[in-house]
């Protein structure tokens, strides 16, 4: 176990995350006894001074927009220059190749809990490294996702099958991830089709990028939607008793955390870049047989449906354009009986497929 040098007797030092206890091999082990630890994790500070609580609610729309903009521009440039280190890594020779995807595999592995409602900060990496991670993932998938003729190389038997896939999507232990549906009992390990992809970097870096995306984007999204909830519910109590907000020091402290998590979490590039692929993990999850459809993640189809509803409720202006052509497929597919049973709210008994696919999402009809 390592422990972090305390200053002083602060007792909300003692408290922060920053300074708790945390072990070799975790989340905060990663990221700060790691290079590229320690790279990813730099972002947006949390206590940003370009939204202080003193004056947030105070600053025109003007100022927190160009604020915004200017903070976007430095962190975009800053995720450039970490591609570009990245990539000089990966183009060194199959050693260095290696040890750079390693990290990103053990980034997924000791990070299993940042999907949950509330992360447990001396287990799983900050926030800001779990989305840099995705964002650098995502633009080493863009090669291959911009070209329709290298789709193909995308092999999906690297989750059944490989030995990455079953490290990062296991079916047993406390980190099992379930998956879109249950096999026949008669398959067993002499059924599993053989891993020979013609290009090993494709699939990797592609299944790794959505996992990433349910451990980074996926739950700040809905951080951040319930940061709004808690925002407007504080709003209607201040109202109700007929208490001044701007004075409320705890309602503008909310306001300044919403304003500096957005900065990082609708860049329109990677929202563009994380659409874009999630389409693209629509049209392979579509292509596929049912028997291969069974095996793949049940959180592929909800990170899909978590991050187009996240982005429309709240900047459908980054959805202007977007080709998502291949998710309606994949819903008309799963939606259909053939495929999954679909639960109503208030469900008319003519709409309620039972079928051996276990998608349990819930649609407001």
């Not at 639960?343 to 709409?351: D, I, K």
């Amino acid at each position: 176990i390592i422990r972090p040098t305390m200053v002083g007797t602060d007792l909300l030092r003692l408290l922060a995350a920053e300074s708790r206890p945390y072990q070799r091999r975790s989340g905060p082990g990663l990221e700060k006894e790691t290079l590229l630890g320690l790279i990813y994790r730099i972002s947006t500070p949390k206590s940003n001074p370009a939204f202080a609580p003193t004056n947030i609610l105070r600053q025109s729309l003007d100022s927190v927009e160009r604020a915004t903009n200017q903070q976007r521009q430095q962190l975009r440039i800053y995720q450039e220059a970490s591609h570009q280190l990245v990539m000089n890594l990966i183009k060194a020779g199959p050693d260095a190749r290696n040890k750079v995807m390693e990290w990103f595999v053990d980034c997924m592995l000791v990070n299993p809990g940042a999907a949950g409602m509330r992360p447990d900060p001396s287990k799983v990496s900050s926030q800001a490294l779990l989305l840099n991670v995705s964002v650098a993932l995502l633009k080493l998938c863009d090669p291959f996702v911009a070209d329709d003729k290298k789709h193909h190389l995308i092999d999906t038997n690297f989750v059944p099958s490989s030995d990455t896939g079953k490290r990062i999507y296991p079916v047993s232990g406390d980190h099992s991830i379930s998956r879109l549906g249950e096999l026949p009992s008669t398959t067993n390990q002499t059924t599993t089709p053989a891993y020979a992809p013609k290009n090993a970097f494709i699939p990797q870096v592609f299944f790794l990028t959505a996992r990433s995306l349910a451990l980074g984007i996926v739950p700040m999204l809905a951080s951040h939607e319930n940061l709004l909830r808690h925002i407007s519910h504080q709003h209607w109590e201040l109202n109700s008793q007929n208490r001044d907000v701007y004075s409320d020091p705890h309602f503008c402290l909310l306001v300044s955390r919403q304003r500096s998590m957005e900065v990082a979490l609708f860049q329109e590039e990677m929202i563009t870049d994380t659409i874009r692929f999630l389409n693209l993990l629509s049209k392979v999850l579509v292509s596929l047989s049912d028997e291969s459809l069974l095996q793949m993640p049940e959180h592929f189809v909800d990170s899909v449906c978590d991050v187009l509803m996240g982005v429309a409720k709240l900047k459908s202006r980054l959805l202007r354009g977007m080709d998502v052509r291949h998710v309606f497929q994949l819903m008309v597919k799963l939606l259909s009986p053939n495929y999954t049973s679909v639960s109503f709210s208030s469900p008319p008994p003519s709409l309620h497929y039972p079928n051996r696919f276990t998608t349990t999402k819930t649609l407001q009809l």
